[in-house]
Structures are given as C-alpha cells and as structure tokens.
C-alpha cells in the first residue's frame, strides 16, 4: 500500500474506522497492529460536514470538501495523487429519493475512478455491498464470489452497476481495483438507527419476523477494516472481488438475543425480554409496498428495513481467508460490547 492514502466517505460509519485503522492501528491483528509512520491522508467529506472529528485524530490527514456527483470535485480531490491508494466508501444507503441510488453510487464512482485515472492513482479498493447478490435463495445458502447478481430493490441494482463500472475500468487496465462486500456491519461511531435498535431490544420490541432463525452475516468494523487494508495490500487481489464478514452468520434471534444480554449484565439495563414478533408475511408485503415505492421513485427506510427481517442474508469469507490472509478476530458478542460500550461512552446511554 502506497504512503499516500485517499478516503471517499471519511466521516461515515466505515470511513472514520478506517482513519483510525490507518493512523492508529487495528490492535486485535498483528500483522496490522502498527500503522505506517511516514502516511499521509487526504480525506473526502460533504459540503456542511464538520471536519473536527477527522482532524483531530492526527496532524497526517488534509480534509477536502466535495461532492462525488461533481467530476471537478472529484479531480480536485485526486489531484496530485500519482501512486496512490484510494479506497472508496462513500456511497447512499438510505436516500430521499431513488434516483439518488443512482447518482452518488453509479455515477458519483463513474466521477471518481475517472479522476482516479487522470492523476494516477495506483489501486483503488471499492466498497460495496450484499446488496447485489441479493437474498439467499434458501435457508442454507451462503453467498460467495461466484454467486450471480441478483440485485435487491434500487440499492442492490446501483451497487451492481457500480461493480460493473468498476469492472470496465479494471479491463482498461489504467488502474488496479478491488471490490470489497461487507454485510450488515456494526461498531463504534454509530449512526442514530443502530442505537435505536438497541433501544427497541431493551424495551422488549426487537423486531422477529417469521421465526427468527434466519441468518444474518455481519462485519464487526475492524474485521472489516481489516479486510479492506488487506485488499490494499495484496498484490494478488488486483482485480478481485472478495465478501468481508465476521467468521460465520448469525440468527436474528442470537443478534438480539445477544444485544439484550449485554444489556443487562454489563450495561445496568433492565430489559424487558420481549419481542416484537410478527409473521413471516409481514416482510412479505413490506417487499411489496417497498418495491411499489420505489418504482415511484420513491423510499421509505422502515419499509425497506422491514422487508429484509425475515430474509437469509450470509455470505462465506473462505476466499479473502484463503487469498489475503484475512481472520475475523472478532464475533458478535465482542462486538456488539464494543459497540455498546461507545454508545455509553459518547452519549451516556441508548436513549439520549
């Protein structure tokens, strides 16, 4: 990996994980324990983001302010960067509107990989998504490498355009690329959405749908950071996709089941051991309106969130194990400690 880095998406939930992961180290793998001393970050927020965050973690990183959607922003930010490592994870999950999808992931990385290869860039590392792939076909499935695109809804179908543009530019053969798959991850630095969750298992209305034994891969962020340096690194994932996840997927019900324990015996909560059980159709029809929605042009995020409960979403880590080296150190329940213990920390508990 080149002493120069580029970030798309630093003051997200991935991003800012992975300054840290550059500049600080991730502590639980050796190999990544100690980070380069001479690197130096130029970091890529929105326009009406406050930089503090970032900069304050170390005197190495240069913060530029942009928009993927405007190519003469993206050149500004890849300026003078011949021999870099550009890793990308910006993008949209949770849009306004659908054509949104479409503008920040397809066209906002169309803008960059070009600007990328107008100043030279060496390799940039892609972030990407389940969401291409889609639901599991059955209960026992897992995704992995080789497995079609099959795109989930406008958000599944704009990562996979974004893969296939990734593709065209790696044929060129101007730039090496890697596209990396997390899943659902969770960590420090967490959006408002995941400490809810949290809150609706302590207050006993952690959403059930069917049966609750369908299976759910995550990332724990710094076995996802991990994944990604790595594809930085190695030589051989030139033009490679590899799914990052922990070790192996989970039940809804052991994610929650989980969460609440932690809760109790380590967080002080009284919780209320309930669910929020509903029938497996409820996803079902959550599907229907949510495609109906969108094909308005239209997105609502509960909807949306609500028709994936009941869905097998799990992925195998066999290939980046094999080919990069990869371990997931860390499983759920060390994970979500993590994660609860940040939300402690920052905001004094789950309901502020």
């Known amino acids: 990996m080149s002493d120069r880095v580029l970030i798309t998406g630093a003051l997200g939930w991935l991003g800012i994980s992975l300054v840290k992961a550059l500049i600080k180290g991730i502590p639980d793998v050796e190999r990544l324990s100690q980070p380069k001393d001479d690197l130096t970050l130029r970091c890529l927020i929105l326009p009406g983001q406050d930089p503090e965050s970032i900069q304050k973690i170390s005197d190495q990183i240069e913060v530029i302010v942009g928009d993927l959607r405007n190519p003469k922003d993206c050149d500004r930010f890849c300026e003078g960067a011949d021999g870099a490592t550009l890793f ?26 070009n600007s990328a ?4 860039i060496k390799r940039a590392v892609i972030v990407s998504s389940n969401s291409p792939c889609g639901c599991n076909p059955h209960p026992d499935h897992l995704f992995d490498e080789k497995s079609p695109y099959n795109p989930y809804m406008n958000y599944g179908k704009s990562k996979m355009l974004m893969e296939l543009a990734v593709s065209e530019v790696q044929k060129s053969g101007k730039i090496e690329t890697v596209v990396v798959r997390p899943p659902w991850f969770y ?124 869905k097998t979403i799990a992925c195998s880590v066999a290939k980046a194990k094999l080919e990069l080296g990869y371990y997931p150190v860390v499983s759920l329940e060390e994970g979500m400690r993590r994660s609860l213990q940040w939300v402690f920390d920052n905001y004094g508990g789950i309901d502020n």
Request: with cysteine; charged share 25%; hydrophobic share 35%.
């Open 88 to 113: 990308h994870t910006a993008g949209i999950i949770h849009p306004r509107q659908v054509s949104e999808f479409y503008d920040i992931n397809v066209e906002g990385t169309k803008n960059l990989l």
């Open 117 to 120: 290869v107008k100043n030279g």
């Open 187 to 310: 960590g420090p630095n967490q959006p408002p959405r995941q400490t809810l969750f949290f809150k609706m298992i302590r207050d006993g209305k952690g959403p059930i749908v069917g049966d609750g034994d369908n299976l759910r891969s995550m990332a724990y962020l710094d076995n996802l950071c991990q994944g990604i340096l790595l594809a930085a690194e190695s030589e051989n994932a030139n033009g490679e996709t590899y799914w990052i996840a922990d070790d192996r997927p989970y039940s809804m019900n052991e994610i929650i089941d989980t969460v609440e324990k932690l809760l109790e015996s380590e967080f002080n909560q009284v919780c209320a051991h309930k669910r929020l059980k509903l029938p497996g159709i409820a996803g079902d029809i959550a599907t229907v309106v949510d495609g109906s929605l969108q094909r308005l042009g239209l997105y609502q995020q509960k909807i949306h969130v609500l028709s994936e409960m009941n």
